[in-house]
């Protein structure tokens, strides 16, 4: 498979991009995890006198969701552009052009452990306790990450043909925000519209992180099942989508 | 290791690339879309949706049935006119284009050298980057390893291993590309006016290093309209116009039969 054949350069292009993402300050690494902890806070003072709260510990239930929509929002957003902002490495050289959106996902799926390591630290300090559940981590994230490389894959090829669809996309990526349980309980959602509410995957796997980190409990089987489902759709018609337009990228850059 | 491409639903006929055959190349056609309304966004796709207007674009064809054969340590110049097809017909055997119609094969390990220095990272150090592009050449790490002080001594850069490449003058950053794009030992080199490195001396060392390569018996494919260097490294020449073969053989014959082209008009 392509990913174990062009591992060394798949290695590299991500290293370069972390590289390049971190050095430009010295406190460009504290930066970016500076970056969601203030925007724990402000969302904090905001939202947790908002309504009546029954969560037991609104600030990690908040933390789960502000960090684990943020890997889908920066893996996203880096998709869209990764094809067109390395044109030299389409338009000169062959090498699998999946491996492009490819390295830009895993560098911001690595920033983005960094924040769940944070986010470990943030249960330490509200004693949430900790059970085998968490152990579920790992499948819960590859779920996630299936789900973000599938879409990854359509956005950066699509994009080469259509140059509007970064702006579009940070539109969805700001609805989407308030789309997914990050600031409010899933209980403020109207029983009679769950059902369309729940079909988010971003949403699905949220709740799961949640379930294992905070709950203690096992991730619950529709979760798991559809998740693992929706990622698996994406990854197909990521891929279709990437592999009927990809004979054309040279052309088009 | 074979690479083929062929155009939609077709397959390789058969008797290609038989014997010594290092590429070759059958019927092959390219077609390139021109938009005259460009239709870039999805907003301008809707818009023109809306108001009925057909995507309007003129096709162009940069390659027409172009049937060529190359044997393996042939050192093959293409020369012609601008927009003749020549870096398209490259780029085809790179595997970079996919052929509208017909085919392309090749046999053996491909190292295109259609820019230099391409991938690399203006932000970061010339020892990160000459990791980084050989990866990109696909040169194994341990081969890296193994030839990181010839690849700076080559390229006279040894000082400047910890600068930053933004750093680098255009010649510092063509040398640096030319000396780590050479350590990726392919079997069959594509060459696009790539030989215009650096000063003379530069330039007098990427040539025997190239005359090194023809004699380990690989095959070259040079692009370039520097006629007199054709002549120095090629055994063969190709002459295309408008997207045809027009003249194949010696490269003096080829180089004659470009001149009298050009005074044609």
Not at chain 1, 225 to 252: D, K, P, Q
Not at chain 2, 126 to 152: F, H, Q, S, T, V
Request: glycine share 8%; aromatic share 14%; net charge neutral.
């Amino acid at each position: 498979m392509w990913i174990f054949e062009y591992y060394d350069l798949i290695r590299i292009l991500t290293i370069s991009d972390l590289k390049v993402k971190y050095q430009s300050s010295i406190l460009g690494f504290l930066w970016s995890l500076l970056n969601p902890f203030l925007m724990l806070m402000v969302l904090y003072v905001v939202f947790s006198g908002m309504y009546d709260v029954s969560e037991e510990s609104f600030i990690v239930y908040l933390f789960i969701g502000i960090t684990s929509w943020r890997f889908f929002s920066n893996g996203t957003t880096t998709s869209v552009r990764s094809i067109v902002s390395k044109s030299n490495l389409v338009t000169k050289i062959f090498i699998p052009r999946k491996i492009l959106v490819f390295s830009g996902v895993v560098s911001s799926f690595i920033s983005s452990l960094l924040e769940f390591f944070i986010l470990f630290l943030l249960l330490i300090v509200f004693r949430v306790s900790f059970t085998l559940n968490m152990l579920y981590f790992p499948f819960v994230t590859l779920i996630y990450f299936g789900i973000v490389f599938g879409a990854g894959l359509a956005l950066g090829a699509l994009y080469v043909f259509y140059r509007d669809l970064d702006q579009i996309w940070e539109v969805v990526i700001s609805i989407g925000f308030f789309l997914s349980p990050i600031i409010y309980p899933v209980t403020l959602i109207p029983d009679r519209l769950l059902p369309i509410y729940m079909l988010n995957p971003v949403t699905v796997v949220m709740q799961m992180y949640r379930e294992i980190l905070l709950y203690g409990t096992a991730p619950s089987l529709p979760l798991f099942g559809y998740g693992t489902i929706a990622a698996v759709i994406l990854l197909i018609a990521g891929s279709s989508i990437f592999g009927s337009l990809e004979w054309r990228f040279a052309e088009e850059i | 290791m074979v690479f083929s491409r062929c155009g939609r639903g077709e397959e390789p006929e058969p008797g290609m690339l038989e014997g010594e055959t290092a590429i070759e190349v059958r019927h092959l056609t390219k077609r390139f879309r021109i938009p005259l309304q460009r239709n870039f966004t999805m907003y301008d796709r809707l818009s023109s949706f809306v108001h009925r207007k057909k995507a309007f674009y003129e096709e162009f064809d940069a390659l027409k049935d172009v049937n060529i054969r190359l044997m393996h340590g042939d050192a093959v110049g293409i020369i012609g006119p601008n927009g003749s097809g020549k870096s398209t017909l490259l780029k085809l055997i790179a595997g970079v284009l996919y052929p509208d119609k017909g085919c392309v094969m090749v046999r053996g390990q491909v190292a295109p050298f259609l820019e230099l220095g391409v991938g690399f990272e203006p932000e970061l150090s010339a020892r990160e980057n000459i990791y980084l592009y050989g990866a990109i050449m696909g040169i194994p790490r341990k081969e890296i390893d193994r030839k990181y002080w010839d690849i700076l001594n080559f390229a006279e850069l040894r000082r400047f291993e910890f600068l930053k490449l933004r750093n680098f003058s255009s010649g510092m950053y063509a040398r640096l590309a030319f000396s780590i794009a050479i350590q990726s030992n392919p079997d069959i080199m594509l060459l696009d006016e790539v030989l215009a490195v650096g000063d003379e001396q530069f330039q007098k060392k990427c040539m025997s290093k190239i005359e090194e390569f023809r004699h380990a018996g690989k095959t070259i494919v040079l692009v370039s309209h520097d006629l007199s260097s054709i002549e120095k490294i090629c055994n063969q020449g190709i002459l295309l116009q408008n997207g045809q073969v027009e003249a194949t053989g010696s490269p003096e014959h080829v180089i004659e039969a470009y001149h009298r082209i050009m005074e044609r008009g």
